[in-house]
Nanobody, 123 residues
Framework: QLQLVESGGGLVQPGGSLRLSCAAS????????IGWFRQAPGKERDGVSC????????NYAASVKGRFTISRDNAKNTVYLQMNNLKPEDTAVYYC????????????????WGQGTQVTVSS
């Protein structure tokens, strides 16, 4: 059974950078679309970015486009989210999820979820 573990979160000042990792075990990520979602306190979970199994299709939320970059290393069974120029409004718990379709507009295509990693952007 596919299991996902996020890492790389933490406290960073505005304008700083973090790289989140989503490591898989129990199965290969090769054919899975991977999505990154985030949930801030008191808010709904929002899609941030996704990458298809082939890596050809990539999508970003408008709020992070140009600042975040998603990538995958199938040899390491890991997907990354490089986050630059972080803003206080990026503060949230970030989750990765594996599924059959790359979309940031719905959670239903994703069947496996990690436990999340906290990202706090504050001075």
């Amino acid at each position: 059974q596919l299991q996902l573990v996020e890492s790389g979160g933490g406290l960073v000042q505005p304008g700083g950078s973090l790289r989140l990792s989503c490591a898989a075990s129990g199965s290969t990520l090769d054919y899975h679309a991977i999505g990154w979602f985030r949930q801030a306190p008191g808010k709904e979970r929002d899609g941030v970015s996704c990458i298809s199994g082939s890596g050809i299709s990539i999508n970003y939320a408008a709020s992070v486009k140009g600042r975040f970059t998603i990538s995958r290393d199938n040899a390491k069974n890991t997907v990354y989210l490089q986050m630059n120029n972080l803003k206080p409004e990026d503060t949230a718990v970030y989750y990765c999820a594996a599924g059959h379709r790359c979309t940031i507009y719905a959670a239903t295509p994703y069947s496996s979820w990690g436990q999340g990693t906290q990202v706090t952007v504050s001075s």
